[in-house]
């Protein structure tokens, strides 16, 4: 695997004020070695925020949000998931309930090493997770998702798949969830991630080459388990959105092409307790300094809202 691929995401000055911040250090989580970059703020009573990745993202990604956070103030912690990233584990093959579980593993790590307040973050599958780590145990003060979806009701896992269209059709998602237990003796099979997700809608017009640099990425999975996708439709939060207490910042890209933003606005109209809402006019994902500044701006403000 070519880990340094990621400099080609970013300026030369961007990558090396990078390497001179980041540390790197490697948990067990899951029975695998999680891969953490840290950067850690020079103020040792820093708040910290953890940012998670979503699908076929990994930490590297997320160079240039992590100096803006750390720029706002905070110790950034950025976790790859087993089988992504710089992680260990069968590349692809993974659950949600697997990915939770390192998130919730990391926050626990990084809440032991800074004791400060913590605050978790993540974009697309990766607004999710958080969710789902939040209220499975990991220390937050409070979360913000860039996405939020619920993998529990059967519709979402099909919603923000190239098999959107089939939603409306309960019936259909029934026999698609019978169907993936059917198959669970072949589980551990992989299947091209791109049957799945409209990768080629990821982003809009303004990001055409990093479109193409992340094509060529070797980092990202291209394959994903049937296990994998079969959690999608099967895993539902520990606690429902309904019933949530935790402060939650729910942002959604108006402009997303690549799964509809009907879905996350729906599910932030289910969450009850503090929340906020905040759209910006992007694709599902950018690499446009104003798209991350914005992000860490909003997320920035919300935490300290919350207690920072």
């Known amino acids: 695997m070519k880990t340094d691929y990621w400099r080609v995401y970013y300026h030369k000055e961007v990558a090396e004020r990078s390497d001179r911040i980041r540390e790197e250090h490697t948990i067990q989580s899951t029975g ?22 979503g699908a076929a993202g990994y930490c590297r990604l997320f160079v240039q949000l992590a100096l803006s956070f750390n720029e706002h103030g905070y110790t950034v912690v950025l976790p790859d998931q087993r089988g992504q990233g710089l992680s260990g584990g069968r590349r692809g093959d993974y659950t949600v309930s697997e990915c939770v579980r390192n998130i919730v593993d990391a ?14 973050a993540g974009g ?18 409070a979360i913000a998702c860039l996405n939020l979806f619920d993998f529990g009701n059967g519709t979402d896992g099909i919603r923000i798949s190239r098999l959107a269209c089939l939603a409306r059709y309960s019936s259909i998602i029934k026999l698609l969830n019978t169907g993936m237990i059917l198959l669970s003796p072949l589980a551990g099979m992989r299947v091209p991630f791109r049957w799945m997700g409209a990768f ?11 479109q193409g640099q992340w094509d060529a990425d070797p980092v990202p999975p291209r394959l994903v388990s049937i296990r994998s996708l079969a959690s999608n439709l099967t895993t539902a939060p520990r606690i429902v959105f309904e019933n949530n207490r935790l402060p939650v910042l729910v942002i959604n890209q108006s402009l997303d092409r690549m799964v509809d933003s009907d879905v ?14 905040f759209e910006v006019s992007f694709g599902h994902w950018s690499s446009q300094p104003e798209f ?10 919300w935490f300290r809202n919350c207690g920072h």
Request: hydrophobic residues 35%; proline residues 6%.
């Open 32 to 53: 695998v070695d999680i891969h953490i970059d840290v950067y850690p703020h020079r103020k040792s009573d820093a708040p910290v925020v953890i940012f998670n990745h």
């Open 107 to 120: 926050a626990h790590w990084a809440k032991n090493r800074f004791h400060t307040p913590l605050f978790i």
């Open 124 to 141: 697309s599958v990766g607004g999710a997770l958080t969710y789902y780590a939040a209220t499975s145990g990991a220390p937050a003060d």
């Open 200 to 210: 080629e809608k990821l982003m809009d017009e303004r990001d055409s080459v990093f």
């Open 264 to 277: 996350t606005r729906r599910n932030y109209e289910r969450l009850k307790g503090p929340k906020r809402y």
């Open 292 to 301: 991350w500044e914005t992000i860490v701006q909003v997320c920035d403000e």
